[in-house]
């Protein structure tokens, strides 16, 4: 490996393939990471890689294939990772997706499925990681939340069910890394036009006698609304970006349009206002 290759900070970015993941990978190159960036189909790699040879840093970008949801694959990425760099330096854990439905009609199946990937496979690929960070006494873990992990909407109770755990491991793990030098920080994103919704939003019945059907439709006609009104994901690109270059991050960072505003009137406001504000949209 070029020896100056090496002497670069080294992050370490899972769901590169699209969204969040695939934009950062190209901001961190850019601002002078070695980049290692993984994803579950490798055969996605191509159009990252032709980006970052138009942005000049194909050499500072590695892809590798990683699912998050086995176990294996985690152990032996991150042992050839370290052998291969010498160290990582930021850990950002992103990839994930958005499961969409009413509980009732969400199979448990997919339920479990939105929890090994969002939760267990990111609680998997940080305890690969923190050994190396606590010997070392430094490093940088970012976990992608979301306004769904501070304030949770009806039609997506997987998916807010799996960042209110995000939030809550990430705390956790906050206090026990911080006297070896390691920070674990959050970024909670509201909504942005990324490709997270694509698998998910399938779960919505378009079952006619379904007693959640008007339901559907409107959350349905909310998402596409999002989808084309959301605000530019660079932001939080930007904002991953800053934490990662940041040696004293704070835990918390809320971006997005109206999200700050979100989470301080829930914390103050009484919980039937907000539920007669929310259940009004629907």
Known sequence: MNPTKRNKPVVFI????????FLTSLALARSGYSVVATMRNLAKKEVLLELAR???VESYINCIQLDVTKQEEVDTVF??????FGSIDVLINNAGY???GFTEEISLEAWRQQFETNFFGLVAVTKAVLPHMRQR???TIINLSSISGRMA???LGPYSASKHAVEGFSESLRLEMMPFGV????????????????KGMNDFTSDPASPYKDKNKRLLKIVNHIAKTAGDPEEVVQQIVNVAR??????RYPVGKGVKKQIRLKNILPWKWVERVILKRL
């Open 14 to 21: 899972t769901g590169a393939s699209g969204g969040f993941g």
């Open 54 to 56: 138009e942005k000049e």
């Open 79 to 84: 042992s050839k990772v370290i052998h291969q």
């Open 98 to 100: 958005a499961a969409g």
């Open 137 to 139: 006494q430094h490093g």
């Open 153 to 155: 909407l009806p039609g």
């Open 183 to 198: 920070h674990v920080v959050l970024i909670e994103p509201g909504s942005y036009q990324t490709d997270i919704w694509a």
């Open 246 to 251: 940041d040696d004293y991050p704070d835990l």
